[in-house]
């Protein structure tokens, strides 16, 4: 099972700030918190993962909490092709196998940008 | 760099048709994993190897087999197809040397199995 809980789905005008949201209350003190997206009919895409700093990378910011039970993914000017299924993983890096280190996928948020 | 690529892009079979999908990485990945996904479903892993002669089973293996004798290949053999197995296949790879540990995904097969 996905360790993590997004909402099924969000909208989002275009040029403003996507807010995606994820729960993540059981994670490891090891676990860092991942981002990909899944544009229609292709393979995910990495977006962005961090341990408990806040990030930023040139596709998008990680906030996540003091507690690390919840993060916030942030598309500061999202745009039609943002329009996508958005991930949210935990899973200790470098370890392969087992829950804690497959990238498990749940269902994840399906974001549409509305012009 | 071609990254990952996978071939056939579609595929029909018949139901008890083998066929095997490939994946290739020009990346120099030791790690690399198959995933399924099924209509309004997250990928599930199949099988996954963290380098040359060694794999291991993800969360859904039966029906399908692997192998790797080299870095670069990592094939998913259907031995038997069912129409159980009509999906859209991904393989993906990553350098485990990293603190990144990004992982790439190819463009996906689509199966058909009837």
């Known amino acids: 099972d996905a360790k993590t809980t997004q909402p099924p789905s969000m909208d989002c005008a275009e040029g403003r700030a996507a807010n995606l949201p994820c729960n993540h209350s059981?994670?490891?003190?090891?676990?860092?918190v991942y981002w990909y997206r899944q544009i229609h009919s292709q393979g995910p895409q990495y977006i962005i993962h961090?341990?408990?700093n806040n990030e930023t990378n040139e596709m998008a910011s990680l906030i996540i909490t003091e507690d690390r039970k919840s993060s916030t993914l942030i598309l500061p000017h999202a745009t039609l092709r943002d329009t996508a299924v958005y991930y949210c993983?935990?899973?200790?890096?470098?370890?392969?196998?087992?829950?804690?280190?497959?990238?498990?996928f749940g269902k994840g948020t399906k974001l549409s940008v509305k012009p | 760099n071609a990254g990952v690529t996978q071939t056939p892009k579609f595929q029909v079979l018949k139901t008890g048709q083998s066929m095997t999908l490939q994946c290739a990485q020009d990346?120099?990945?030791?790690?690399m994993s198959w995933y399924r996904q099924d209509p309004g479903m997250g990928l599930r892993l199949i099988h996954y190897?963290?380098?040359?002669?060694?794999?291991d089973q993800g969360e859904v293996p039966n029906g399908y087999n692997v192998s790797r004798s080299t870095t670069e290949d990592f094939p998913l053999r259907l031995l038997s197809a069912a129409p159980s197995q009509t999906s859209v296949y991904f393989c993906?790879?990553?350098?485990?040397?990293?603190?990144?540990?990004?992982?790439?995904f190819g463009p996906g097969t689509r199966l058909t199995v009837l």
């Open positions: 993906a790879s990553s350098y485990s040397g990293s603190k990144i540990d990004t992982q790439y």
């Open positions: 059981t994670i490891s003190g090891n676990e860092y």
């Open positions: 961090g341990l408990k």
């Open positions: 993983i935990v899973r200790v890096p470098g370890i392969y196998g087992g829950s804690q280190g497959n990238l498990i």
């Open positions: 990346m120099n990945h030791e790690y």
């Open positions: 190897s963290v380098g040359a002669g060694i794999t």
